[in-house]
Nanobody, 115 residues
Framework: QVQLVESGGGLVQAGGSLRLSCEVS????????MGWYHQAPGKQRELVAS???????NYADSVRGRFTISREAAINTMYLQMNALKPDDTAVYYC?????????WGQGTQVTVSS
């Protein structure tokens, strides 16, 4: 089992920054890839960024150059630094972890970017 708890969402003006955190607990050694997804009202959940166990990083085209995914193994935490935020970034952001047999989700944190 893997447990994920997000924090750091909120309301910010366009052009501002936020940092999301995802605290990970449980069977951490079984995780092969972690990522951040977002889901805007009426839209499907989409990948924002991911990082593999080996450190390979992937970004959605819409956030590349503005967002940075990272992790701090010592405290079992993954981050998403979001800069130059746009109103289109408004969504619920979810932390995700995959093992060989299951996918886990956090509860989500709301990010709202005002114009």
């Amino acid at each position: 089992q893997v447990q994920l708890v997000e924090s750091g969402g909120g309301l910010v003006q366009a052009g501002g920054s936020l940092r999301l955190s995802c605290e990970v607990s449980g069977s951490i050694s079984s995780i092969t890839v972690m990522g951040w997804y977002h889901q805007a009202p009426g839209k499907q959940r989409e990948l924002v960024a991911s990082i593999t166990r080996g450190g390979f990083i992937n970004y959605a085209d819409s956030v590349r150059g503005r967002f940075t995914i990272s992790r701090e193994a010592a405290i079992n935490t993954m981050y998403l630094q979001m800069n130059a935020l746009k109103p289109d970034d408004t969504a619920v952001y979810y932390c995700n972890a995959k093992t060989d047999w299951r996918t886990y989700w956090g509860q989500g944190t709301q990010v709202t970017v005002s114009s």
